[in-house]
């Protein structure tokens, strides 16, 4: 039976529970000095003094590092802006000059952590203020146009948008918006930062190991070879992880300074600001259907906030542009320049905010013509892909509705807001459409079966947390026909073959056709030596009838006819037998459109005199290709789920308008859901087949699970209330 899809448990979860699992803060090297990073106090201005004196006299410190005495770097440290997936411009204490709160202005090094800490509080630094621009209602008047989304242009366009808007019979306009939001994964960003002469070594936590590499070497003005990136475990990614940071080059600038290895680990309050969140949106949406339900025009207009030092586009109209069979429509996409840290990548970036506007636009649609939110969705049902004009390379859209409807008895729900209770609490079902794009890059794995049988997997991968060590094994030990236990899967290190990004909910589609690949190859190799071994019991038979299982060679039409692996091994020297193998993807994109899709269904129980909601169920079901893993599988979207509900109703970032700074900069005034707030979560994945993706027919599912969440649970609110909330997050003081 194939090891693909079975519930196997995770090959790294004894190492985790055991403390075992290194992360990149708990990494040593001998004669380490610790680091910490101070950060502006100000939102836009320039560092008139800074006084290091009596930091620099305290115990212990070794090094206090300003824009006076740091190393020039080539190209005033931007010489890795532009690597992908996202270089950044860094504020690499290259000039005084400082653009938002919380931006890294210096940076300590002691003996001991505390001590570190200690003579950063000492440092006394003095601005020359600008007046900042925080205010994103003023910012949207004048905003500007960015050069791209993503692979597309910012703008779209198809029909005549004017021409349906003045056809329907039906028109609706309003405008939804979304906080900023701040990335806080269980592992803050951590780098440890060691020089073996002109040679780098980084245990850093990333998503992006090889992008760690290539970013510092261009930063730095070396070649690639020179920077070793080590990163076994990641703590929690997100997207935060998914782009080389400033502290990441501060590290190894202050450990090349002071001539020993450095540690740099991030303090909680400074994950708000210098490391990247999802950007606020203000979208309006336009739309005119027929009095059956047929849009015909929609227009979403996204405007997004971005800092004043580099553009980041939040593209919450992508989806719009593919999600349902609209014949006239626009898109367009613009940026208001604020002084705060540049956003970045937060899971489902684009989507998750942009379904909360399309999917709270279509609820309120479906309520004005007195039409089921499914039923119109199912009258806008797109076949093909009406952006690109493509066949999907799979699409179980309509299951997921019929099968996710039943489960949560959607035939129960009465349709008229306010007409449902239990427990004297107001009752709501709302739903909404999922969907994210089924991406996949060229990686690279080796696979090496040793002498005793056994066998090592790898590749230059990363794994968040999200299962990647136990997919991969299952892959490997499926395609070389040995047990998983007899197999060691290795990722998180840039001497092994390199692997893409772990973000965009990639990482499966594009490392396990590689996996597969290598060890597919490795088999053969295995199964070659022993048809041309004359004292193997497989000797002569065809190569169509030989196969491996449970690390036996065998005979498949006489299974008498077997022998270990490690017999033929031995045999032929004891040498391990060796495959490396790279796969990328062909021309399939040019032939059909790559999405995931599912139905979100939620219910929430709302107090009519407090306005406090709670998320009493919710019912999700996906198509997204073939699952490797059931369990861990189901993990990824139930976490998905979780993160969509802190997203409906807590999570947002407040700034201080005089000064820019987060005031809610950790964990007990930043809310995110804890166990209390998360009830019955009910997954389902249907069964989908995508002979278009990879060899796998698998699919990301990271990212998928937070899509639509927020538009469900707003849906369901307003079903109990009556009360529309277009402005996350849907807090109590909004319902009274």
């Not at 939804?176 to 269980?186: C, D, L, R, S, V």
């Not at 299951?399 to 409807?405: D, F, N, P, S």
């Not at 490795?522 to 449970?550: C, F, H, Q, W, Y």
Request: some cysteine.
């Amino acid at each position: 039976m194939s090891l693909i899809g079975q519930t196997l448990d995770r090959t790294d979860g004894p190492q985790k529970v055991s403390g075992h699992a290194r992360y990149a803060a708990e990494h040593t090297l001998p004669r380490m000095a610790h680091a910490v990073m101070v950060t502006s106090t100000i939102a836009s201005g320039s560092i008139e003094t800074i006084d290091t004196s009596v930091a620099a006299d305290m115990p212990g410190v070794l090094l206090v590092l300003t824009h006076r005495n740091a190393p020039r770097l080539p190209d005033g440290g931007q010489g890795g802006a532009h690597s992908p997936p996202a270089g950044r411009i860094l504020n690499l204490l290259q000039d005084e000059q400082v653009h938002y709160n919380r931006q890294p202005v210096a940076v300590v090094v002691a003996d001991t952590l505390e001590q570190a800490q200690d003579a950063a509080s000492h440092l006394r630094i003095r601005y020359r203020e600008q007046a900042p621009k925080l205010d994103f209602a003023q910012a949207r008047q004048h905003p500007h146009k960015p050069d791209a989304v993503k692979d597309s242009g910012a703008d779209s366009a198809r029909g005549d948008f004017a021409a349906g808007m003045q056809a329907g019979a039906r028109r609706f306009d309003a405008v939804y918006g979304t906080p900023t939001e701040n990335h806080n994964p269980m592992e803050p960003h951590a780098t440890l930062a060691a020089w073996d002469g002109d040679r780098l070594t980084l245990y850093d936590s990333t998503q992006y190991i090889s992008g760690v590499r290539n970013t510092i070497a261009k930063t730095f003005g070396i070649d690639p070879s020179q920077v070793h990136v080590i990163c076994p475990f990641v703590g929690g990614g997100f997207g935060c992880k998914g782009s080389v940071w400033s502290h990441v080059a501060l590290a190894a600038m202050a450990a090349r300074k002071c001539g020993r290895p450095v540690r740099l680990a991030l303090e909680r309050p400074q994950m708000f600001g210098p490391v990247g969140a999802r950007p606020r949106t203000e979208q309006h949406l336009q739309m005119a259907a027929a009095d059956d339900g047929k849009l015909l025009a929609l227009r979403h207009d996204v405007v997004s906030s971005t800092s004043m030092i580099e553009d980041w586009v939040e593209s919450s109209a992508l989806l719009t542009r593919m999600l349902y069979a609209t014949p006239n429509q626009q898109t367009t996409h613009r940026l208001a320049a604020l002084n705060i840290g540049t956003p970045t990548f937060m899971r489902a970036p684009g989507e998750s905010s942009g379904s909360f506007a399309l999917e709270s636009a279509m609820d309120e649609l479906a309520h004005e013509l007195d039409i089921d939110p499914i039923q119109l969705r199912l009258q806008n049902y797109a076949t093909s892909d009406p952006d690109k004009n493509l066949p999907w390379s799979s699409k179980s859209l309509r299951e997921c509705y019929r099968v996710g409807a039943e489960r949560f008895g959607w035939n129960r729900r009465s349709p008229q807001p306010r007409s449902m209770r239990a427990d004297g609490k107001l009752v709501g079902m709302g739903m909404a459409t999922a969907t994210y794009p089924a991406l996949r890059q060229g990686a690279s794995a080796s696979a090496r079966v040793l002498p005793d049988g056994s066998a090592v997997v790898r590749s230059g991968s990363q794994d968040l947390g999200t299962g990647t060590y136990t997919v991969m094994t299952q892959v490997a030990a499926d395609a070389l026909g040995i047990a998983p236990g007899k197999l060691r899967f290795e990722l998180g290190d840039t001497d092994y073959p390199q692997a893409p990004v772990s973000g965009g909910s990639q990482t499966v589609a594009s490392v396990a056709p590689a996996v597969r690949a290598a060890c597919d190859a490795a088999r053969v190799k295995l199964l070659r030596m022993a048809i041309a071994d004359g004292a193997s019991p497989l000797s002569g038979i065809a190569i169509e009838d030989a196969t491996i299982e449970n690390g036996w060679l065998l005979q498949r039409s006489d299974h008498s006819r077997r022998e270990p692996l490690a017999a033929l091994i031995a045999r032929h020297g004891g040498h391990p037998v060796e495959a490396t193998m790279h796969a990328q993807p062909g021309d399939e994109k040019k032939h059909y459109s790559m999405h995931s899709f599912g139905a979100v269904f939620a219910e929430v129980h709302v107090d009519p005199d407090l306005g406090e909601v709670h998320v009493h169920r919710v019912v999700a079901s996906y198509g997204v290709g073939r699952l490797l893993n059931r369990k861990t599988g189901r993990s990824q979207l139930m976490g998905g789920i979780v993160w969509g509900i802190g997203m409906a109703l807590m999570e947002q970032t407040e700034y201080d308008l005089r000064n820019g700074r987060p005031v809610n900069a950790n964990l007990a005034e930043y809310h995110v859901p804890v166990n209390a707030d998360v009830r019955q979560i009910d997954v389902i994945v249907v069964d989908e087949d995508d002979p278009h993706i990879n060899s796998l027919g698998t699919k990301g599912i990271g990212e998928i699970g937070i899509v639509g969440v927020a538009a469900a649970i707003a849906n369901a609110v307003w079903h109990a209330t009556g009360k529309r909330v277009r402005e996350l997050p849907i807090t109590l003081d909004k319902l009274i």
